[in-house]
Structures are given as C-alpha cells and as structure tokens.
C-alpha cells in the first residue's frame, strides 16, 4: 500500500554473513535490490493504511483458536505477535530468512565467489517479482520461535480484485498462515530436518557431466513417451531433479513431500473451520480458486513456471487431497501422527497414495 508504511515493517533481522550455500548469494545485496525493485501497493491514505494493520494483528490472533480447535495443536502454548508488512519489507525478510536456512552450512571466514553479487543482484529482482503474489508467510527460520508475517498491500489488492468481504477474506487467509505456524510449533524438529535436505541439495560432487546429461535425456524422453513418474514433480522443478545425483534427487524428493504436506494441511484446515467462522468461505475459496486458474500472458506464464510458482499451487492442490482423505479415513487426532518426527512424513510416493501412508505409518 502506497500513502503509509504499515506498522512493523521492519522484519528484525540482519542477513548472514556470506560463506557455505548462503554465501553463494549476497542476500544483503538481493534485499536491497528487491526492496528497491518492488512495486508499489495499491493507493490507500494513511488512516485506512493503519486501520488495515491493526485489524490483520487482530484478526491474526483471532485465528488461532479455531486453528488449534481443528488440528488439536499447540494448546496451551502462547499466540505469538505477527508482523504486518509492506512488499519491502517482505523481501528483505525473504532474504534474510534464505540466508538463515543456510546457516549451518556457513563458513563465515571464507570470502564469498566472485558471483555472488551477481547472484543477489537476480535473487533481489525475483524477490521483487513475488513481492506483489505474497498474502502472508510463516518463517520458521527467523526468530525463536519463527515469524508470521502478513503483506498488507496484497492483501487488500487481492481482496478488492475478488470483491470479497475483506474480514472474512482476512481471517481465511490467516487460518492458513497460523496453520504453519502451530505446525512448527507442534513439530519443531522440521526446522532440522529442511535444513538438513538444503544441505544435501547443495552438495558439491565430482560427478562427470556425462552422467547428468544423460539422465536429463532419459527424463525427456520418459516424457515424450509419456511413461514419466505421475508421482514425481513436472516442470522446471523436475527437469531440475533429472539432473541431480540420487542424495540430491532424495533430498528434494524429501522437500517437495514436506512441502506438500504442509501447504495441504493449511488449506485443509482453512476449509474445515468453516462457514460459522468465516461466513463467505465458500464464496471466497471459489474466487480464490478461480483466480490461480486465470489465464495470463505468455511472459507472466513462463516466469511463473521458471519461479516454480505452478508446481507451488499443484503442492495446495495434492497436499489438500492427501490430508482430507486421510483425515476421513482415520480422524485428525490419528493423522496428526505425521507430526511425530520424520519417519512418520509421507514419502513422496505416498502423497498420491494416502492408503500407502496409513497402511505404513498407522497400521
């Protein structure tokens, strides 16, 4: 939003110094850059810009509770404060946070390559590129306890492009985002465990280039036949994983079925609070649902698909179809099994195949 600076705009963190995985990005340069880059929100006076950040603070602890009614999470636990942002603010958090996953792989003493100030100068204009699609975010990578972060500006485009009723729309967004959040919360071991696959994805091997051409073919050609894996990821994402050795194929394997996971249960828990929380949910989640479905031009598209941003919807729609049959299945109380530690997450095969994981898990 333009005419204010929302309140906590300010993510309160500083980027990592430079070294490991995050060192090959300037993730102090990409936020500057991001930050600059981002484009303005819609105009709105800086009386309605403030009485939009006091009511999404507000409506983000009203969410909890219906949330942990749902899941039969994080009871007792305290409700946490989110932060309202403006797109700047949400990139140079954006970037700090890409620096802290990487943490543990840093080697503060190394001096960054030499592209790495190119890299954070293409990793800024992409994050200035998400800035305006973002409507909020849990962080588990940023604070004690993580942050919930809601992007103001595109909160009230989004809600003034569907013609919604703007509390409703607010509180269902916010089921979603305080859903990550007390999945955290329950399973705090997760921050390990995506730390862990970042850090076998960014594994340096000695592999011959023949090899990994040759299994970039083989994925090519499985397509052209259409015999490819209907479990495994399409797109750039899985020409990207045809490329990787088996640790890495596995590691990402791994964080797309997290991923899944976690993005399903939030919309399964958006869905299942319902009408007597959010009276227009119905309404909305057609909109909503009809929106990610526009058409859009070619150059939007091809972003989209380079960005990953496809594959992310497909992780909403897979993840949620996982989670309501489980769910129907065995009730939420056995299925919050998936949360005891990660022997328990389902395996990326199983996320098709939600009787496999019952069968594994639960039997």
Same mark, same amino acid.
């Given at each position: 939003?333009?005419?204010?600076?929302?309140?906590?705009?300010?993510?309160?963190?500083?980027?990592?110094?430079?070294?490991?995985?995050?060192?090959?990005?300037?993730?102090?340069?990409?936020?500057?850059?991001?930050?600059?880059?981002?484009?303005?929100?819609?105009?709105?006076?800086?009386?309605?810009?403030?009485?939009?950040?006091?009511?999404?603070?507000?409506?983000?602890?009203?969410?909890?509770?219906?949330?942990?009614?749902?899941?039969?999470?994080?009871?007792?636990?305290?409700?946490?404060?989110?932060?309202?942002?403006?797109?700047?603010?949400?990139?140079?958090?954006?970037?700090?946070?890409?620096?802290?996953?990487?943490?543990? *792989?840093?080697?503060?003493?190394?001096?960054?390559?030499?592209?790495?100030?190119?890299?954070?100068?293409?990793?800024?204009?992409?994050?200035?590129?998400?800035?305006?699609?973002?409507?909020?975010?849990?962080?588990?990578?940023?604070?004690?306890?993580?942050?919930?972060?809601?992007?103001?500006?595109?909160?009230?485009?989004?809600?003034?492009?569907?013609?919604?009723?703007?509390?409703?729309?607010?509180?269902?967004?916010?089921?979603?985002?305080?859903?990550?959040?007390?999945?955290?919360?329950?399973?705090?071991?997760?921050? *390990?465990?995506?730390?862990?696959?970042?850090?076998?994805?960014?594994?340096?091997?000695?592999?011959?280039?023949?090899?990994?051409?040759?299994?970039?073919?083989?994925?090519?050609?499985?397509?052209?036949?259409?015999?490819?894996?209907?479990?495994?990821?399409?797109?750039?994402?899985?020409?990207?994983?045809?490329?990787?050795?088996?640790?890495?194929?596995?590691?990402?394997?791994?964080?797309?079925?997290?991923?899944?996971?976690?993005?399903?249960?939030? *919309?399964?828990?958006?869905?299942?609070?319902?009408?007597?929380?959010?009276?227009?949910?119905?309404?909305?989640?057609?909109?909503?649902?009809?929106? @990610?479905?526009?058409?859009?031009?070619?150059?939007?598209?091809?972003?989209?698909?380079?960005?990953?941003?496809?594959?992310?919807?497909?992780?909403?729609?897979?993840?949620?179809?996982?989670?309501?049959?489980?769910?129907?299945?065995?009730?939420?109380?056995?299925?919050?099994?998936?949360?005891?530690?990660?022997?328990?997450?389902?395996?990326?095969?199983?996320?098709?195949?939600?009787?496999?994981?019952?069968? @594994?898990?639960?039997?």
């Amino acid at each position: 939003m333009t005419g204010a600076e929302p309140a906590h705009s300010d993510s309160g963190t500083e980027t990592r110094k430079p070294g490991g995985l995050a060192g090959a990005v300037d993730w102090d340069l990409a936020a500057r850059t991001g930050a600059r880059l981002a484009p303005r929100g819609p105009q709105v006076s800086r009386e309605r810009a403030e009485a939009v950040v006091a009511d999404l603070e507000e409506i983000s602890k009203a969410a909890e509770l219906p949330v942990r009614e749902v899941t039969g999470l994080a009871e007792g636990l305290p409700i946490p404060r989110a932060q309202i942002v403006d797109r700047s603010a949400w990139v140079r958090a954006a970037a700090s946070s890409m620096a802290n996953i990487a943490e543990g *792989d840093a080697d503060t003493d190394r001096k960054p390559p030499l592209g790495a100030k190119t890299a954070g100068l293409q990793a800024g204009a992409v994050l200035a590129f998400l800035s305006s699609a973002i409507l909020g975010q849990y962080d588990p990578f940023t604070g004690e306890d993580g942050t919930l972060l809601l992007v103001a500006p595109n909160m009230v485009m989004v809600e003034r492009m569907l013609k919604v009723d703007p509390a409703d729309f607010r509180l269902w967004v916010c089921l979603h985002e305080v859903t990550h959040r007390i999945q955290f919360a329950a399973a705090p071991w997760i921050r *390990d465990y995506m730390r862990e696959q970042v850090a076998i994805l960014s594994a340096v091997g000695s592999e011959p280039l023949t090899d990994v051409v040759a299994r970039l073919a083989a994925e090519l050609r499985e397509r052209r036949q259409g015999t490819a894996d209907s479990d495994s990821p399409g797109g750039v994402i899985g020409l990207l994983r045809a490329t990787q050795a088996p640790p890495q194929r596995d590691a990402l394997d791994r964080l797309l079925a997290l991923g899944t996971l976690l993005e399903g249960h939030a *919309d399964h828990v958006m869905d299942a609070v319902g009408p007597a929380v959010v009276p227009s949910v119905k309404e909305i989640r057609a909109k909503f649902d009809n929106r @990610r479905r526009r058409r859009m031009n070619p150059i939007h598209r091809l972003i989209r698909a380079l960005l990953g941003m496809d594959a992310k919807m497909q992780q909403y729609v897979r993840g949620k179809k996982f989670v309501d049959a489980v769910v129907e299945e065995v009730g939420m109380e056995r299925f919050n099994t998936v949360w005891t530690s990660p022997e328990t997450l389902p395996l990326a095969s199983e996320i098709g195949h939600p009787e496999a994981w019952i069968k @594994r898990v639960l039997a």
